[in-house]
């Protein structure tokens, strides 16, 4: 490694990585800020504020720009979203996805990580633990 | 789902298949049926690795083979500055009981570091595979049952002309003169794409898992025509009921029929590829598992019994009468 390497390297901020066990055990719990319902459809309809930031401080002086998005979950979305009430934990969601859905614990506990990091990253939930890194949706690598 | 009441399953790759613990799953590959490499985790350590090879010609001295695989893992882990002690030739027939096939020669080994591992070498004189098998395990576990059975329940080529794929609960058996082209091994839809030596045309092996929100507002068949539309787009194609695995099942047939299908037919020789004329599909939803099933292929015959087959070796659900 040259000499601009290690500088880089020196000022490269480590990712942190969660143990899977401290994940397993993280009740995740909804952004009280996001007002949700249940639709007739029976999917979750969420109103997720946006943040006013200078890019759509600036759009909102030329266009008319709401102040907030509405995302419908699916089935599966609207089935985890209501489980994440803070007092059920990943594990306990990964057993319940396995049992309803007949799937297998890998399965249930690739595609729930994957989801959980989606809503983590945009806000919609929080977990006890921060930074967490879960891996990429696929089941297998290939070497 | 295959495995049994006590927390065994069956496990198929490439050609090789044995019993595993059922809470081991797939995590890594590579290469193909020549040459390739598998590995088996828990939920919280690698705990199995499979690497093979097709033998050039005569007998392999294993000992030689074990040896090589041996010092490599020497010198990663002394990198490492961890210590290791490795025994080559270690007497696998202490633990496993039976042997597998008698027509294979056996290599023993052992090492044990930070963990331990139990492995053998294996060369069978039908298929010509040469196979080094490990499990991994903490120190202090106490594994000569698991590898006992593992090691021997191990086959390393198909019995019966079919080679089993068993993966992620799902099991079935492909004609062994096909060999896997591609793969998607992903939560909630798994499919294996096939192919012969001397053709081009894909046998296709799918699985959908979700059924429940896949088919909350459509009958299987809605979802098969919705979701297979292109394919099934400008064919003359025949939807068939037949009873498979305690399911109705549905079976496709038809010709393709695109405007530009004679044209390709002319220019075959000029592209170097073959162009279907036939499309071949047998799919069903099982309730139990709560999967549906799509076995597909294209090709140019219009009677096709490997879909058939392959369907009906397709293991949807426990208990299912055959």
């Known amino acids: 490694m040259g000499i601009f390497g290690k500088v880089k390297s020196f000022f490269k901020k480590e990712k942190k990585v969660v143990p899977r066990e401290d994940i397993l055990s993280a009740k995740p719990i909804r952004n009280p800020l996001i007002k949700w319902e249940i639709q007739e459809s029976g999917d979750v309809q ?77 806000g919609y939930i929080g977990l006890e633990m921060k930074g967490v890194e879960v891996e990429n949706p696929t089941l297998v690598k290939k070497t | ?55 050039q010609k005569g007998t392999p001295a294993l000992p030689d083979v074990v040896q090589k695989y041996l010092d490599d893992l020497v010198k990663v882990v002394t990198k490492k500055k961890v210590d290791i002690k490795t025994e080559n030739g270690f007497d696998i027939s202490k633990i496993v009981r039976p042997l597998p096939d008698r027509d294979k020669v056996i290599q023993g080994f052992y090492w044990k570091s930070s963990t331990k591992a139990y492995g053998m070498a294996t060369f069978c004189r039908e298929c010509r595979r040469i196979v080094i098998l490990q499990i991994v395990s903490p120190i202090d576990t106490d594994v000569r049952t698991l590898i006992s059975r593992v090691f021997s329940s191990f086959e390393d080529h198909a019995i019966g002309g079919a080679d089993l794929w068993a993966v992620y609960d799902m099991n079935f058996k492909v004609p062994s003169e096909f060999h896997l082209k591609d793969q998607k091994l992903m939560p909630g839809y798994l499919q294996f794409s096939f192919t012969r030596e001397d053709d081009s045309f894909a046998l296709d092996v799918e699985r959908w898992g979700l059924t429940d929100v896949l088919l909350r507002e459509l009958t299987v068949r809605e979802w098969y025509e919705g979701q297979y539309a292109s394919r099934l787009k400008g064919n003359k194609v025949s939807f068939e009921e037949v009873e498979l695995h305690d399911h109705t099942c549905f079976k496709v047939s038809g010709e393709t029929g695109r405007w530009f299908h004679e044209w390709r037919l002319a220019l075959e020789k000029l592209t170097r590829s073959k162009t279907p004329t036939h499309m071949h599909s047998v799919f069903w939803h099982c309730e139990e598992s709560k999967k549906i099933f799509v076995v597909n292929m294209a090709d140019r015959d219009p009677i096709n019994a490997i879909v058939s087959y392959v369907a009906s070796h397709v293991k949807c659900h426990e208990n299912e009468t055959e």
């Open chain 1, 46 to 122: 969420m109103v997720i504020p946006l943040k006013k930031t200078t890019k759509l401080k600036i759009l909102s002086y030329l266009f008319r720009v709401p102040g907030r998005k509405t995302v419908v979950l699916d089935r599966l979305g609207t089935e985890v979203w209501l489980v994440c009430d803070g007092e059920t934990t990943v594990n306990e969601i990964i057993e319940k996805l396995c049992k309803k859905h007949k799937m297998s614990r890998k399965e249930s506990e690739v595609s729930l990580f994957s989801y959980l990091q989606q809503l983590v990253k945009r």
């Open chain 2, 1 to 55: 789902m295959t495995s049994d009441a006590k927390g065994w399953t069956k496990f198929g790759w490439q050609g090789i298949n044995m019993d595993i613990p059922a809470d081991w799953s797939l995590g890594a590959i590579s290469g193909d049926k020549k040459e390739g490499y598998l590995r088996l985790d828990d939920a919280d350590m690698p705990r199995m690795e499979v690497k093979w090879r097709d033998a």
